[in-house]
């Protein structure tokens, strides 16, 4: 029988929970078990497809189509489980199933209700991951214990609990202890009225993960314990970590998280194996080299909204045995002066997906600038496209070149929408989206990086390289490496007489791993690593300033 896990939050938002929850189950994982991990969400939008990356920051695709939450991206990162869409529900989406269910008469005319209809909605979805030969399902609860939104899938689990017996069934509290600088103290309460408001809706948590800036004593370890009505030992410190997220696991284990979840849930396992991810860390807190890569891109401000590019770049720079510093550069600000100005120093270029018109000409100014400067370049779906565009208009000598997404009426559209995307009016889940295959041409630098020649990778796009203009780009001097063998799309292209000018129409950002870092990401720092000939970073720093 499959085991549960919850992961709640208490006190602010953004703790971390989504991290934890991963850390949790690489630990749990590491120790032979085969997990699942799962995210449900409060809000209403059936999914996080049509927000603004500044309201939500990355949507995370799946394999299987799915746009999902980035802590999603987290558990792929951190674990092997294979992520769907039952791995992400949010209120909408359950709210959706219900209405429709309604529709249909399924409730043979009952009141349909808060309790049990979407209780029992949400303890189905949660039940769908728990398949024979999983051992644990983990899930966490988006949101802040308190939150009116969160009430039914707080009482969801608390049913279950009840249902699955005490042994089956774990609740983890992650929480916040702050550090009030002026006094010089760690603050208990905020925690203790967090788990106080839990257990007024029916759950003791079994663990309490405590964020803390400040190592916890004795003595509050102690408080939480009382006052939270938790084992001393199973009051866990969750000290900020100093160099990467991925020392979060190394933190946990260090208290033994992962023993105390097995016998919390009466499970018997063999040792851990976490040499490889030691040996990991150990490369991004010293690495032998030092690399800086320029993201020009829209949503900059925020951290959140390219998370999986920034990552996958660290991955590749783990690859290389080296740091890679990102600079965010915000393409309207090379319009207004030049990509000079801001891409002379850096040792590559890489232009991520995005929507809408603003700032555009900014990244083709950017592309032009590295493609002539023999600046390794990596071009992510609108990067790619950006790339096609600017192949065009100083290559090709195509005037006006564009894509149909910014101009309707441009006279080459080389990015232009596939005939099954234009009759779609709504905008929630229509995207060309999920995995696909792509076939590699054997000379290019896309095969140099996989080693092999059919891939799959992750979509998320309307918009695709117009095959009418294949020829004239070829004969230019455009390589298309990767084409989609089932509708014939172009995916990948490429300049060869180039150090490394790549661009994908999908997301490889999103099949990235620390252990395992991808390919292309590999290969986009080798190659930028190639081309630092040039000063130190804090030479260009002061040289920039001056
Ligand atoms: N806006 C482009 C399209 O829809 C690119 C999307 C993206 O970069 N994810 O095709």
């Not at 760690?186 to 257990?199: A, D, M, N, Y």
């Not at 390289?465 to 004969?475: E, G, I, L, T």
């Not at 190659?527 to 040289?543: F, Y």
Request: include cysteine; hydrophobic fraction near 35%; proline fraction near 4%.
């Amino acid at each position: 029988m499959t085991k549960h896990i919850f992961i709640t939050g208490g006190v602010v938002s953004s703790l971390g929970k989504g991290l934890t929850s991963a850390a949790i189950g690489l630990l749990l994982e590491r120790r032979g078990l085969k997990i699942t991990l799962q995210k449900l969400d409060p809000y209403i939008n059936v999914d996080p497809g049509t927000m603004s990356p500044f309201q939500h920051g990355e949507v995370y695709v799946t394999d299987d189509g799915a746009e999902t939450d980035l802590d999603i991206g987290h558990y792929e990162r951190f674990t092997q489980t294979r992520i769907t869409k039952e791995s992400n529900y949010t209120t909408g989406k359950i709210y959706n199933s219900v209405i429709a269910k309604e529709r249909r008469g399924k409730y043979l005319g009952k009141t349909v209700q808060v309790i049990p209809h979407i209780t029992n909605e949400i303890k189905a979805a949660v039940k769908k991951p728990a398949k024979p030969g999983v051992n644990i399902a983990i899930c966490e609860i988006g949101g802040t214990v308190g939150d009116i939104e969160s009430l039914p899938f707080l009482e969801a689990i608390r049913q279950l609990r009840h249902e699955l017996g005490e042994e089956n069934v774990l609740f983890i509290h992650l929480t916040l202890i702050p550090y009030l600088r002026a006094s010089g103290e760690l603050k208990t309460k905020p925690s203790q009225h967090s788990v106080g408001k839990l257990r007024e809706i029916g759950i003791q948590p079994d663990i309490l993960i405590c964020r803390t800036e400040k190592s916890l004593n004795e003595e509050l370890k102690n408080k939480l314990s009382l006052f939270c009505n938790i084992p001393k030992k199973y009051v866990i410190e969750e000290k900020d970590v100093t160099h990467s997220i991925y020392e979060l696991p190394l933190v946990l284990v260090e208290q033994k998280l992962d023993e105390l979840i097995l016998k919390k849930l009466g499970l018997k396992r063999k040792g851990r194996k976490l040499k490889d991810w030691r040996r990991m860390v150990e490369i991004v807190k010293h690495p032998k080299h030092t690399v800086e890569i320029a993201v020009v891109g829209k949503y900059l401000e925020l951290q959140d909204a390219y998370k999986s590019i920034y990552e996958a770049l660290t991955h590749g720079g783990i690859a290389n045995n080296c740091a890679v510093k990102i600079k965010r550069i915000n393409s309207e600000d090379i319009e207004k002066t030049s990509a000079a100005k801001y891409l002379k120093d850096f040792a590559g270029l890489l232009v991520p997906g995005g929507f809408g018109q603003r700032g555009i000409l900014g990244k083709i100014q950017a592309i032009e600038y590295a493609r002539t400067h023999k600046i390794p370049f990596f071009g992510i779906c609108l990067g790619m496209q950006c790339a096609v565009i600017e192949f065009a208009r100083h290559v090709c000598k195509l005037k006006g070149a564009h894509s149909t997404e910014f101009n309707l009426n441009t006279p080459h559209p080389v990015i232009d929408l596939m005939l099954s995307q234009r009759k779609i009016k709504d905008l929630g889940g229509t995207m060309r989206l999920g995995a696909y295959k792509c076939k590699l041409k054997k000379d290019s630098f896309a095969y140099q990086a996989y080693g092999h020649d059919v891939i799959f990778e992750r979509h998320r796009h309307r918009f695709e390289f117009n095959n009418k203009y294949r020829d004239q780009f070829v004969k230019k001097g455009l390589r298309l490496s990767g084409i989609c063998p089932k509708n014939d799309l172009v995916e990948i292209i490429e300049i060869a007489d180039h150090p490394w000018f790549v661009g994908v129409q999908f997301h490889p950002e999103f099949k990235s791993q620390p252990i395992k870092p991808h390919p292309l990401f590999r290969d986009f720092i080798k190659a930028a690593l190639a081309n630092t000939t040039k000063p130190a970073s804090d030479e260009i720093r002061s040289q920039k300033k001056s």
